[in-house]
């Protein structure tokens, strides 16, 4: 168990529909991150959150939208679904001690199917 | 643009014998390294890490090996396990950057 938690495991929607992940890092850690896995992908870079403040952005849609509230939890947000993003969503978190040295720990992803 | 790169989707060892996983990377910038292990329905755990001030990092079974002139890193299992058949993931980071992961191996490791 990584510490990391992420709700729910599975969702199935239809094209055209709004979603929420939800994920609570582990205690302690200030940052979260957002990844991506598509079929025979690896894990695409989405978006990272420290401390309440967005960090880091990669390759995510203007669809999608994520933040971190007070309490450290994170929610990414998925609006306009299209078959295309249908995969399975994985949050991490780290300490973030600043050297950049980061190692994450995830949780066990939601599985989002459209369609 | 895939700024690491795993070249073998799968590799299959027989138990016993030594699991060697490539990744190559393509930022020179790249100053640590880290290979994650999958488990079907669960996330990537931590196996181990590498900084570029190294070439080598043992932990047990597993070691890592990093080439900086050739941008190639490789995880090496010895001896290889059945419990060790998961997916692995190469990533790598440059000071204060996001993890960029590669597409990952599947290992099988058979009895």
């Not at chain 1, 929610?75 to 969503?89: K, M, P, R, T, V």
């Not at chain 2, 570029?52 to 001896?79: C, M």
Request: neutral net charge; hydrophobic residues 35%; proline residues 4%.
């Amino acid at each position: 168990d990584s510490g990391v938690t992420q709700t729910p495991k599975h969702l199935i929607t239809a094209t055209g529909q709004r979603v929420t992940l939800r994920c609570s890092p582990r205690s302690g850690d200030l940052s979260v991150y957002w990844y991506q896995q598509s079929l025979d992908q690896g894990l695409q870079f989405l978006i990272q959150y420290y401390n309440g403040e967005e960090r880091a952005k990669g390759n995510i849609l203007e669809r999608f939208s994520a933040q971190q509230f007070p309490d450290l939890h994170s929610e990414l947000n998925l609006s306009s679904l299209e078959l295309g993003d249908s995969a399975l969503y994985f949050c991490a978190s780290s300490v973030d001690t600043g050297t950049g040295n980061e190692k994450l720990f995830f949780g066990s992803g939601t599985q989002l199917s459209v369609l | 643009d895939q700024q690491v790169k795993q070249n073998s989707p799968s590799l299959s060892v027989q138990e016993g014998r030594i699991s060697i996983l490539n990744c190559d990377y393509t930022n020179s910038m790249f100053d640590y390294f880290l290979w994650y292990k999958k488990y079907p329905a669960e996330g990537p755990t931590f196996l181990i890490s590498i900084s570029s001030i190294k070439d080598k990092n043992e932990d047990g079974r597993f070691t890592v090996f990093l080439n900086k002139s050739a941008k190639h890193l490789s995880l090496h299992i010895v001896p290889s396990q059945p419990g060790d058949s998961a997916v692995y993931f190469c990533a790598a980071s440059a000071i204060n950057d996001k993890l960029v992961f590669g597409a990952g191996t599947i290992l099988r490791v058979k009895s």
